[in-house]
Nanobody, 125 residues
Framework: QMQLVESGGGSVQAGGSLTLSCTASESTASTDCMGWFRQGPGDGREGVAGIYPGGGSTHYADSVKGRFTISLDNSKNTMYLQMTHLKPEDAAMYYC??????????????????WGQGTQVTVTQ
């Protein structure tokens, strides 16, 4: 069972930046896709960004495009999410996830096999 550990959450003022990290207990190179999701109180889990380790392609939700950057360091089995120009609506619990086999798209949470415990991001005015 792959284990994922997130870090880097915290509280930041609107317009500020944070970088989240997700370290896997096993090699990330053999996974199909890795992603970041977020969930606010009373909301469903929303796909924020995804990366395919094989080809390196990256994908983003429209709401974060141009502000967030997903990256992967296979040598460290660690995925990152650089978040800039944060807005109050970005506040949520952020989760990293790993999908082992090809599915419909990076954005479907039910296709992911492993999840981290989550890290809270708070954005104040």
């Amino acid at each position: 069972q792959m284990q994922l550990v997130e870090s880097g959450g915290g509280s930041v003022q609107a317009g500020g930046s944070l970088t989240l990290s997700c370290t896997a207990s096993e090699s990330t190179a053999s996974t199909d896709c890795m992603g970041w999701f977020r969930q606010g109180p009373g909301d469903g889990r929303e796909g924020v960004a995804g990366i395919y380790p094989g080809g390196g392609s990256t994908h983003y939700a429209d709401s974060v495009k141009g502000r967030f950057t997903i990256s992967l360091d296979n040598s460290k089995n660690t995925m990152y999410l650089q978040m800039t120009h944060l807005k109050p609506e970005d506040a949520a619990m952020y989760y990293c996830a790993v999908k082992m086999t090809r599915g419909r798209s990076w954005r479907y949470a039910d296709e992911y096999n492993y999840w981290g415990q989550g890290t809270q991001v708070t954005v104040t005015q």
